[in-house]
């Protein structure tokens, strides 16, 4: 198995490839490959989604994913839609 | 009516039979969402997790005909009688199941299970476990309407077994009415002909054949479980082109890209992709689970390792505090016979080898899987305790943590925990859809004594019946703590 963390300033779900799993700022664990992560609503996140390769993690040096926080002005209606 | 008219009516009544007689089409879907009652296991919500999901317990039932459905209902009823008190309220283990692989002789009981839930105590034992299947099937091949069924082309030996499993088992019930039912999602495996992938009655995957398993005959999917090569022939589904609005899920998509670093991932999303239709009519022909998987640990494997499972999506949402996955094995070991002789073996023993070898050998490799998966679990949850506790003790910042540490434990039953000279007796047993009564009743006992005797599941009753939380365990340690 991989270890992921997704880091954002709150607390958020997480969907891997489609779904959802976990919170932001937890260890989830994965199969090793490719996976598209991104965040659940509200859609103040960037980037709108990123796909990882996972492989060679540990539970005590997981992958690290980051989202930030968008100001409100940058909001886009719905993930990857023109503001 | 003269003897001749007679005569001349049968024959046309046959001619028009033979070309009428077609085994049952699976019905298409028209678009993704527009099933009232898909057979999919609930969907997860992060926020609001389901009590159901503390004790997340899996029942697989393996292959080995009415051996095999015997000792699953032994498991069952003794998993009824076992009380765990959860939450002051009066609930057995098996209450707590949330979800059964069945396999062939295994998938009947499965089944039955998921439909009639504790009525299968009242009335399983007369409606499968004792009758004599095999003879009703021969019985039901020599009939003479049946006969000229069996001339067509499209309609074969299989689609007479799932017509008597339709009618006088499973009372036509349809997947709509298992889906009804809620947990346990039950699964039933077959083998694709084509390619020996997994195939799972489930609308996970009857969406890449663009079809409606709501519909589906349950008693239908057991047959295709049990149709075992040269014996039956297989249970044939159509694949339509996709339903409007249907897209790969990502899940699959992402598992094509990186097929070396991880090619069990990629083989399983390429054998989805080939279940589905192109410009051609496209036909998925279905033989015996246990040709791909004779213990049906996989597809709970899957649910565990894949990241649309909905295992791994309940761990990682840390919904799960307790994850129990019990392995009912019926496989046998009869004596040996082949070794003993110096001519070579015939054309039968063959064919029977050739389509039973791959099964044990395959299930050996499965258990071991399930077992490394588990503890590379508990290793990954120890490291980072073991981290944190120090840390702590220097006042360091800790790691950051699963969000909830999960006990785990796998029991698997067969008949090599018996003690010689009994279990030869049961690994003698031979795969049929027909055991003589005193049998069937012994292997119902057996599968209580075994579990009983476990230590694992010993260790397992101590805790679900001595803690104050669920997962809180009671102090010991090891699998099933």
């Not at chain 2, 697989?60 to 459905?69: D, H, I, V």
């Not at chain 2, 009939?143 to 008597?164: H, K, M, Q, T």
């Not at chain 2, 489930?202 to 047959?223: H, I, K, M």
Request: proline share 7%; hydrophobic share 45%; charged share 20%.
């Amino acid at each position: 198995m991989e270890y992921v963390i997704v880091r954002f300033p709150e607390t958020r779900e997480v969907r891997v490839d489609g779904v959802p799993h976990g919170r932001t700022n937890i260890v989830m664990q994965f199969e090793p490959g490719s996976h598209v992560v991104t965040l659940g609503p509200p859609w103040n996140f960037a980037p709108v989604e990123q796909k990882v390769l996972l492989y060679n993690t540990a539970a005590l040096d997981p992958y690290r994913i980051e989202f930030r926080i968008l100001p409100p002005a940058a909001i886009p209606i719905s993930p990857g839609s023109p503001l | 009516m003269t003897c001749r008219a007679r005569l001349g009516a049968l024959v046309l009544a046959s001619a028009v039979a033979v070309g009428c007689a077609h085994y049952p089409l699976n019905a298409p879907i028209a678009a993704v969402g527009s099933v009232g009652t898909a057979y999919r296991f609930p969907a997860m919500v992060t926020d609001r997790p389901d009590p159901a999901d503390e004790i997340f317990v899996c029942l697989s039932f393996s292959g080995g005909g009415t051996r095999a459905a015997a000792f699953a209902y032994g498991a069952l009823l003794r998993l009824r009688d076992i009380e765990i008190g959860r939450a002051g309220s009066h609930r057995s283990l098996l209450d707590e199941v949330d979800c059964i692989a069945g396999i062939s002789g295994g998938a009947f009981t499965a089944a039955y299970y998921g439909l009639h839930r504790a009525d299968t105590f009242t009335s399983f034992y007369d409606r499968f476990l004792v009758r004599d299947i095999q003879r009703e099937l021969a019985l039901s091949a020599l009939n003479p309407v049946n006969l000229a069924r069996l001339a067509s082309p499209y309609f074969s030996r299989i689609d007479l077994a799932a017509e008597l499993y339709d009618t006088s088992v499973f009372e036509h019930a349809t997947y709509a009415a298992l889906a009804k039912r809620g947990r346990p999602f039950v699964i039933l495996h077959a083998t694709s002909m084509a390619n020996g992938a997994p195939f799972e009655f489930t609308q996970d995957e009857f969406d890449f054949l663009g079809s409606d398993l709501g519909a589906f005959p349950v008693g239908r999917a057991a047959a295709a479980s049990s149709a075992f090569p040269f014996l039956l022939s297989p249970v044939s589904l159509r694949s339509y082109p996709p339903a409007a609005g249907f897209v790969i899920p990502p899940a699959v998509t992402a598992a094509l890209e990186t097929r070396e670093m991880n090619p069990s991932r990629y083989t399983w999303a390429r054998q989805r992709l080939d279940l589905m239709a192109g410009k051609d009519e496209k036909w998925v022909h279905l033989l015996d689970g246990g040709l791909a998987d004779n213990i049906g640990l996989r597809s709970i494997l899957r649910a565990y390792d894949r990241s649309d499972g909905f295992i791994a999506q309940r761990i990682n949402a840390g919904h799960i505090k307790r994850l129990i996955v019990i392995a009912v094995n019926a496989r046998t070991d009869p004596p040996e016979q082949l070794s003993r002789q110096e001519r070579s073996p015939g054309l039968a023993d063959v064919f029977m080898k050739t389509a039973t070898v791959s099964m044990e050998s395959l299930s050996a490799d499965t258990i071991d899987y399930a077992i490394n998966r588990q503890s590379e679990r508990e290793q990954a949850q120890t490291n980072i305790r073991v981290c944190n506790e120090r840390l702590t003790g220097c006042g360091a910042a800790p790691f950051p943590t699963f969000a909830q540490e999960i006990r785990t434990c796998f029991v698997e039953i067969s008949f090599e925990g018996l003690p010689s000279p009994g279990r030869e007796e049961f690994l003698a047993l031979p795969t049929t859809f027909a055991l003589p009564e005193e049998t069937v009743k012994r292997l119902i006992a057996l599968a209580g004594t075994l579990l009983d005797s476990s230590p694992s599941f010993g260790k397992l009753l101590r805790a679900l019946q001595g803690e104050a939380l669920p997962g809180a365990g009671v102090g010991e340690r090891g699998n099933c703590s």
